[in-house]
T-cell receptor, first 115, second 117 residues
């Protein structure tokens, strides 16, 4: 297993367009998390899944954002009608439900630039 | 609500010297994890060291060690014999432990560490 992978790594789009990011977690991990990180800041929690169920959503996740994990494996994060304020790095992480270490494993992120 | 505070936006250390990064947190819970993650420029975030709240002994990982003061809610990271490859953003993070099932990770704003040759 090569770890958490995210695609695309970089996305440049015009304001008003829709974008979708994909995350493939470590295969046996049943928890999957999405974070947003703006320049010079720490990651901020957006949402997480346990298997296919979306268990928690941050108030940062506006109506324009939707996330899915249809078969409990990969996940997608879609942003509709993008705004310049959506420009950020979107990080995906995964973990086991019951972990001895509590560690989250992160992907390299998908950087979004909205022009 | 749980919060994590890193009061040093930037730190600098001479190669081979020791540096300490500060972190404080706020929680009313008794069972949780604390972490230091490293994020090199344009690279993924990786775990440096972790501490379980119920363990009094401070965690160590090679050149990295922590000073965990539970009563003071303080969790500092010490890097000994600093190397050029240690240059990165360092994030302190907290994660509650609900009887073996953990909540999401809450991060501080980070400390940018520069290492001078």
């Amino acid at each position: 297993d090569t770890g958490v992978s995210q695609d695309p790594r970089h996305k440049i789009t015009k304001r008003g367009q829709n974008v979708t990011f994909r995350c493939d977690p470590i295969s046996e991990h049943n928890r999957l998390y999405w974070y947003r990180q703006t320049l010079g800041q720490g990651p901020e929690f957006l949402t997480y899944f346990q298997n296919e169920a979306q268990l928690e959503k941050s108030r940062l996740l506006s109506d324009r954002f939707s996330a899915e994990r249809p078969k409990g494996s990969f996940s997608t994060l879609e942003i509709q009608r993008t705004e310049q304020g959506d420009s950020a790095m979107y990080l995906c992480a995964s973990s086991l439900l019951h972990s001895n270490t509590g560690e989250l494993f992160f992907g390299e992120g998908s950087r979004l630039t909205v022009l | 609500a749980q919060t994590v505070t890193q009061s040093q936006p930037e730190m600098s250390v001479q190669e081979a010297e020791t540096v300490t990064l500060s972190c404080t947190y706020d929680t009313s819970e008794s069972d949780y994890y604390l972490f230091w993650y490293k994020q090199p420029p344009s690279r993924q975030m990786i775990l440096v060291i972790r501490q379980e709240a119920y363990k009094q002994q401070n965690a160590t990982e090679n050149r990295f060690s922590v000073n965990f003061q539970k009563a003071a809610k303080s969790f500092s990271l010490k890097i000994s014999d600093s190397q050029l490859g240690d240059a990165a953003m360092y994030f302190c993070a907290y994660r509650i432990n609900y009887g073996g099932s953990q909540g999401n990770l809450i991060f501080g704003k980070g400390t940018k560490l520069s290492v001078k040759p």
